[in-house]
């Protein structure tokens, strides 16, 4: 056994002489690769995790609700209730917030002491002073929204009770104490809104405007059995409609008698970005860490291949393959070891990295927060795996032996084959293996052609993602101003308005298919210009007895442009509709995308029963937006072009592609160049052997070229359009799933360069075993080769 | 013996044009300058204990249509003077006149063209290209010196024919026997027909039927006028030359320059 050891260490210590750069550059670049995995791994915890590390954080209350000012016997009797372990009563205002942007705000404030309930997170700034009635506390939407911060001083002019029992009807200026106060923090919390006030101040706020309350909202922390939310739901409801018979509230109509229980229901586009942006995440660590796998085993094939010689020297003298094995893992410790520490590294600095997209703005600890686990864990695995690879590919070099090939034709020398630069590096190129424990070329051209297939798919999904988030009209949102309910008068007045480049007038309504089916219906009364709405397919239609449909609805039905359409008619009997396009609308019920038909006025007409609700859509010139909106909205329900979730949850992953494109290309790019610059190692006899010949240095180098050009040129015709066909495929799939136009952007720019590029990049990589080739002289090389 | 074929047929397969400006063996007449001139030959290898001065000033001529054999034991230096005699090193002192021309001022390009125009090279353990079949593997020296593919695929099979080897000329390396690989070898240096023949041990790699088979292609190259310098350890293998000089410790023993000095 000992002599066993000494024999590992002597073999180690020649495999340290002769390649330790190579390796320990290989265990550098692992170590990043695998540093960014488990980044990744960590941000995708820290994303996934931080909507119930806030909602635990921020001890978030079980229930709530809001009772109004002038029923305090049901807020009094609301702790006392079934279900209720402990309660907290905020009081509550509704106020005129002056700023850039008039708004109205609820505030809330509680004049007791509270504990473990309901305290938001302090992002900026401070919570309110106990004793300080001109302090806040704001929201993160609502600063971000009114454009104020901590520093800001605000003024807040409140309403009475009887003016928030006029609030749809109009109450004029508010008619409540007004108050100057400043703001000393930004608070975060999951669920602000309903009877959760964005605006929070403190006891001595509450004692000072009491008599101006408008409401009560109390926060409730249920009891442990799993009936406590309902006992409570249904207790509180009794209790409020016997209050309501003795005392009924002026703000009824806004005091709704339900429950909310936040900590049980959470917001659907939480959970749908949650779960695209760490699938996303997914995705991205699992591509990666598979690419950095492969690039790593075949570096480490080549690298031991280069010395396969050695390793059958080695079993000539005894030595068994896992001794073999372990002599390379040993002498590999270095560089696993700095791989470990370069993975631990980068993992401990992606800590820095905050939860994706939306989801960081429920982040409860912003900042440096890494997971040391796997850091350390991380760390250790990335030296345990690259320690591994290495003895893997160990005994696969050392297994190898020179295979006997079969017979080829014997023609003439391809005329195309001139050059013997070409005929060499072809043949070096593409049978790589023989005799050399190198990796087999096939495999080479595989990983490659997938490496860049990967890059080009990564690069066109995400073009293709920026696009569809850049533009509007790709989600069916092309108007910057949505007029609800328009009247002709203003519709007459905006389409003489310079400022408007486009209108339409929409109507909506429900059709039934013929099998019963219901669709929403939109037609679009053309005013003004040309409203850029997109068709991911045919055209928009122009007549009765066409329809253009969304993507979703064409994929649930089954349809396509050229199919048709039954419809029943209010009238009875059934229209059959031509499906003339695919159109990508938004749903102006629930905001779906892709859901709806659209069709002629006429036709609306026929197939959708009772009054359609009419909408004037605006597409103003460049610029004009945020006037006309100030403008229109003093007199009109105006609502801006809004994002919907859906899009908003992908526009947060829209680097995700990018990212993943350029690290795939940094580690397949690793790869091939280990590849390229080992090769006039790996081929150091037949390169003598060129020169042997008399071949000169020039041709030296072409060979070289030819066979850096041979080895990535594949790659490209294969890699390219695989990898265009690969993100059709994907884009096509989330396109319909999303419902908008599932047509790829092709970054034909950025293909045209990496083509030249990536092949420019082979030949002066083939450089550099160019001049080590010239500067070995050929005795020497057919000494050592 | 397959190999028994007539020279004739090498004759005319090494009588095909060139495309660079070969000077022609056979227009050489017998008052013609040697083929080869070393003079003062110094080579030492830096090593990691101490420096190995591998030749320590060799003289050394060999004239036309000579076959001369060099013959010494293991670490002398012959392998070392032969490449350094192809070009394939640098020496440290000492010239090298290969045609006429001193080799240690050109540049690597000129030697290279040199090289491929006047010599031919066979190793011991061959130096095959594994990647490619027996006829493009002597295709290839004549694809280097600038031959059309055309005339270099008929030189080449020529050349397998004259050495019994076209029905293997679609077989690579890797499926031929020693003695097979290394005809192959001795057609490629010959593809460019070489004024000097430089092989280095030709037969230590092979059994003795090989050995035999390479010694009398070399015997028959020599009656056709080639000159040819052959490294060899083995008393047996060295009696087929012409002349025989010995070398020992980086140093020619008894001098070279006697062209008729050791008969075998």
């Known amino acids: 056994m000992g002599d066993a050891f000494g024999a590992i260490r002597a073999v180690a210590r020649a495999e340290v002489r002769v390649g330790w750069r190579a390796t320990l550059l290989m265990g550098v670049v692992f170590g990043l690769v695998a540093g960014i995995v488990l980044g990744g791994v960590g941000l995708a915890g820290r994303t996934a995790s931080a909507y119930p590390r806030l909602v635990e954080a921020v001890h978030l209350d079980d229930a709530r609700t809001l009772v109004a000012a002038d029923q305090p016997q049901l807020a009094a009797a609301v702790p006392s209730l079934p279900g209720v372990a402990q309660a907290r009563t905020d009081e509550a205002w509704i106020a005129q917030l002056d700023g850039p942007a008039l708004r109205f705000v609820s505030i809330g404030a509680p004049t007791t002491a509270h504990e473990n309930l309901l305290d938001p997170v302090v992002v900026e700034g401070r919570a309110p002073a106990r004793d300080a009635a001109d302090e806040i506390l704001l929201s993160e939407s609502i600063a971000q929204s009114s454009g104020l911060g901590v520093g800001s001083i605000v003024t807040l002019r409140m309403l009475t009770l009887d003016q928030v029992s006029k609030f749809d009807v109009g109450f004029g200026p508010p008619a409540g104490p007004s108050t100057t106060v400043r703001v000393v923090g930004i608070g975060r919390m999951p669920a602000w809104g309903g009877a959760l006030a964005p605006v929070q101040a403190g006891p001595a706020f509450a004692a000072k405007f009491l008599p101006d309350i408008i409401g009560y909202s109390i926060y409730v922390r249920l009891a442990a059995d799993p009936d406590a939310a309902q006992r409570f739901g249904a207790a509180f409801a009794r209790t409020a409609a016997v209050v309501d018979q003795i005392s009924p509230s002026l703000i009824s109509q806004y005091t709704q008698r339900t429950v909310e229980l936040p900590s049980a229901t959470v917001d659907p586009s939480v959970r749908a970005a949650e779960q695209v942006l760490v699938g996303g995440l997914v995705v991205f660590v699992v591509v990666l860490a598979l690419g950095g796998l492969q690039v790593l085993g075949q ?197 003489a ?80 509709l031509q499906i003339v396009g695919k159109a990508v609308i938004t749903s102006q019920n629930h905001g779906g995308i892709g859901d709806g038909a659209v069709v002629a006025p006429d036709v609306m007409r026929q197939v959708a029963p009772g009054q359609p609700l009419y909408d004037a859509t605006v597409l103003a010139v460049p610029g004009a937006a945020d006037a006309l909106f100030a403008e229109l909205s003093r007199n009109l329900e105006v609502f801006q072009r809004d994002v919907p979730t859906a899009v908003a949850n992908l526009a947060d ?133 | 013996m397959q190999v028994s074929a007539s020279f004739e047929a090498t004759a005319r397969a090494v009588d095909a044009p060139l495309p660079d400006d070969v000077p022609d063996p056979s227009a050489v007449g017998p008052a013609a300058p040697p083929e080869l001139v070393v003079r003062g030959l110094r080579k030492t290898y830096e090593a990691e204990t101490a420096p190995v001065r591998a030749l320590r000033g060799v003289d050394l001529t060999v004239g036309h249509g000579e076959f001369v054999a060099l013959m010494g034991p293991s670490g002398s230096g012959k392998s070392t003077l032969l490449h350094l005699l192809a070009g394939l090193d640098r020496a440290d002192e000492g010239s090298v006149t290969l045609a006429g021309v001193r080799t240690e001022e050109l540049s690597g390009s000129r030697l290279a063209r040199l090289r491929r125009r006047h010599v031919g090279l066979v190793f011991q353990f061959f130096h095959l290209i594994d990647h490619m079949s027996a006829l493009e593997n002597v295709a290839l020296a004549a694809l280097v010196a600038g031959a059309r593919p055309a005339e270099a695929t008929e030189r080449a099979r020529d050349l397998l024919d004259t050495l019994g080897l076209l029905e293997k000329q679609g077989e690579r390396p890797a499926a031929l026997s020693g003695g097979q690989r290394q005809r192959v070898a001795i057609a490629r240096a010959l593809a460019n027909r070489p004024t000097l023949l430089l092989a280095d041990e030709p037969t230590g790699a092979l059994d003795s039927d090989g050995a035999a088979e390479v010694l009398d292609l070399f015997t028959r190259l020599h009656h056709d006028g080639q000159t040819i310098l052959m490294v060899t350890h083995s008393a047996d293998v060295a009696g087929g030359a012409q002349r025989i000089v010995r070398m020992r410790d980086g140093m020619l023993l008894g001098g070279g320059t006697d062209a008729f000095g050791e008969q075998p």
């Open chain 1, 299 to 495: 570096s480490m094939v080549r690298h031991h291949g280069v010395r396969g010689g050695t390793q059958r020297v080695e079993s000539a003298l005894g030595m068994r393959a896992s001794e073999r094995a372990a002599a390379r893992v040993l002498a590999a410790a270095g560089a696993a070891a700095v791989a470990g520490i370069v993975a631990g590294g980068v993992a401990l600095a992606a800590g820095w990295l905050e939860p994706l997209g939306s989801q960081a703005r429920f982040e409860p600890e912003p900042g440096f927060r890494p997971v040391w686990s796997l850091v350390l864990l991380g760390g250790i695995g990335t030296a345990l795996v690259f320690s591994l690879v290495v003895a893997a590919t160990a005994a696969i070099a050392g297994r190898r032996r020179a295979t006997v090939v079969p017979s080829v034709r014997a023609a003439a020398i391809n005329p195309l084959r001139r050059w013997p630069a070409a005929l060499l590096g072809t043949r070096l190129a593409m049978h790589g293996r023989l005799g050399r424990g190198g990796v087999p070329a096939v495999a080479t051209v595989i990983a490659a052609s997938l490496a860049m297939a990967g890059v080009v798919a990564a690069i066109s999904f995400g073009a293709s993602l920026q696009r569809l988030v850049d533009t509007p009209a790709r989600y069916g949102h092309a108007a910057d101003l949505t007029i609800v309910d328009a009247r002709e008068a203003d519709i007459a007045r905006l389409v």
């Open chain 1, 653 to 785: 992953l829209v680097t995700l592609p990018e990212l993943l494109a350029l690290v795939l290309a940094v580690v397949a790019g690793s790869g091939l160049a280990h590849a390229l610059l080992t090769s006039g190692r790996r081929h150091a006899r037949e390169v003598a052997v060129l020169s042997v010949l008399g071949a000169t240095p020039g041709q030296v180098r072409a060979t070289l070229a030819v066979m850096a050009a041979t080895t990535v040129l594949p790659a490209l015709v294969v890699g390219v359009p695989l990898g265009l066909g690969a993100a059709r495929v994907l884009w096509w799939q989330l396109a319909t799933a999303t419902g908008v136009a599932g047509d790829l952007a092709v970054p034909g720019r950025l293909l045209f360069v990496i083509v030249p590029a990536v092949l420019v990049a082979a030949l002066l990589l083939s450089l550099a075993p160019a001049a080590r080739a010239a500067r070995t002289p050929p005795a020497v090389a057919l000494a050592t080769g």
């Open chain 1, 497 to 576: 308005d310079p400022r408007v480049a486009a209108l339409d007038v929409g109507a909506a309504g429900t059709a039934e298919l013929a099998d019963g089916d219901q669709i929403e219906v939109t037609s679009r009364d053309v005013r003004k210009g040309r409203m850029p709405i997109a068709v991911a397919g045919g055209r928009m239609p122009t007549g009765p007895g066409e329809v253009a449909i969304g993507p979703r609805l064409a994929s649930r039905l089954g349809l396509d442009v050229g199919d048709t359409l039954e419809v029943r008619r209010i009238q009875g009997g059934t229209v059959t």
